[in-house]
T-cell receptor
C-alpha cells in the first residue's frame, strides 16, 4: 500500500518568513495530493491540492509543488502569519475510483509574531 | 464548499456501553464516507470506508464487530462503538467524498470526542 512520509514534524518561523513542508510517497500510481490544515480540536480543512498532471499550483500565499519522478511534493507558505499556526497534513491517493487517502504524520507549524 | 456535520461533538460514556456517532453530508450526496480515528498530536488513522448500500470496508486491525458502520442513505453514515472501553477514548472524524464536482476531495466533519470512563 501507499506510504507517505512528512517532514519536519515541527516547524517554527517568524511572522513574515516562508515555511516549507515536504512529503514523499511510495506508490507511483498515486495521482492526487491534497494538503489539510487542522487547528487544535477542529476538523481538517483542505487548503490546496494538486493532481499529477501539473507540477505546481498556487493560491495566494500558498503553493504546492510536485515532482513525480522523485515522488515528492511540498507545501510552501509565504509571508506567514500567526493564524497560519496549525498542524498541516499531506496526503496521497489514486483517483478516479474509491481510493482512500493516506496521510502523512503531520507538521506542527508555529508562527511567532 | 461542502458541509459535513457530525453528532454528537462530545460524548462521555461508561465502560461497556455503546455509542453511536452520526456523520451527515448536508449539501451534497456522498456515496462514500470515511471514518478516522485521531489520537492526540497524531495523524488521522483510517478505520473504514463506508459505502452507501453496501458493507463497509475495514482497515487492517480494526474490529468490524466493535466498530459498526452503517451507510443507509446518501447523506448519512453512522459509527457505533460497541461495548466501549477506556482505550476506545479518542477523537473520531468522518469525511465525505464529493465526486460530483469532478474532484476526489474529502470534506471532514468537525469530529466527535469520545471519552469512556
Amino acid at each position: 500500500g501507499e506510504n507517505v512520509e512528512q517532514h519536519p514534524s515541527t516547524l517554527s518561523v517568524q511572522e513574515g518568513d516562508s515555511a516549507v513542508i515536504k512529503c514523499t510517497y511510495s506508490d507511483s500510481a498515486s495521482n492526487y495530493f491534497p494538503w489539510y490544515k487542522q487547528e487544535l480540536g477542529k476538523r481538517p480543512q483542505l487548503i490546496i491540492d494538486i493532481r499529477s498532471n501539473v507540477g505546481e499550483k498556487k493560491d495566494q500565499r500558498i503553493a504546492v509543488t510536485l515532482n513525480k519522478t522523485a515522488k515528492h511534493f511540498s507545501l510552501h507558505i509565504t509571508e506567514t502569519q500567526p493564524e497560519d499556526s496549525a498542524v498541516y497534513f499531506c496526503a496521497a491517493s489514486f483517483i478516479p475510483g474509491y481510493s482512500t487517502l493516506t496521510f502523512g504524520k503531520g507538521t506542527m507549524l508555529l508562527v511567532s509574531p | 464548499g461542502a458541509v459535513v456535520s457530525q453528532h454528537p461533538s462530545r460524548v462521555i460514556c461508561k465502560s461497556g456501553t455503546s455509542v453511536k456517532i452520526e456523520c451527515r453530508s448536508l449539501d451534497f450526496q456522498a456515496t462514500t464516507m470515511f471514518w478516522y480515528r485521531q489520537f492526540p498530536k497524531q495523524s488521522l488513522m483510517l478505520m473504514a470506508t463506508s459505502n452507501e448500500g453496501s458493507k463497509a470496508t475495514y482497515e487492517q486491525g480494526v474490529e468490524k464487530d466493535k466498530f459498526l458502520i452503517n451507510h443507509a442513505s446518501l447523506t448519512l453514515s453512522t459509527l457505533t462503538v460497541t461495548s466501549a472501553h477506556p482505550e476506545d477514548s479518542s477523537f473520531y472524524i468522518c469525511s465525505a467524498r464529493r465526486p460530483d464536482r469532478g474532484t476526489d476531495t474529502q470534506y471532514f466533519g468537525p469530529g466527535t470526542r469520545l471519552t469512556v470512563l
